[in-house]
Nanobody
């Protein structure tokens, strides 16, 4: 499966953005999908995941502000980001895998498929 992330941009603190991760090549509904982010000089970190048989998972730092959802008819996963803060500034990546167990979702090394990333910059 090929992933295409989009929707990033430059916004002010408190603004909202919606990121999209569009898939092609295989039915996206068969995949578990996550968003990660990587700020300059930092490691890639887990943001949110949507699993086929479980409730979405969120990093504590985004819980209550971000929401992940999917539209299987469009083969797209979204990350709605609200109340953005400068600390949210990073390149955001979507990742997918058909067979990860739930306990592995936080580790980026476990994902086989990645989008190219989309930059989110939040100014203060």
């Amino acid at each position: 499966v090929q992933l295409q992330a989009s929707g990033g941009g430059l916004v002010q603190t408190g603004a909202s953005l919606r990121l999209s991760c569009a898939a092609s090549g295989r039915p996206f509904s068969n995949y578990n999908v996550a968003w990660f982010r990587q700020a300059p000089g930092k490691e890639r970190e887990f943001v949110a995941a949507i699993w086929r048989r479980s409730a979405p998972r969120y990093a504590d730092s985004v819980k209550g502000r971000f929401a992940i959802s999917r539209d299987n008819a469009k083969d797209t996963v979204y990350l709605q980001m609200s109340s953005l803060k400068p600390d949210d500034t990073a390149v955001y990546y979507c990742a997918a895998d058909p067979s990860l167990i739930l306990s592995s979702i936080y580790d980026p090394r476990q994902y086989d498929y990645w989008g190219q990333g989309t930059m989110v910059t939040v100014s203060s």
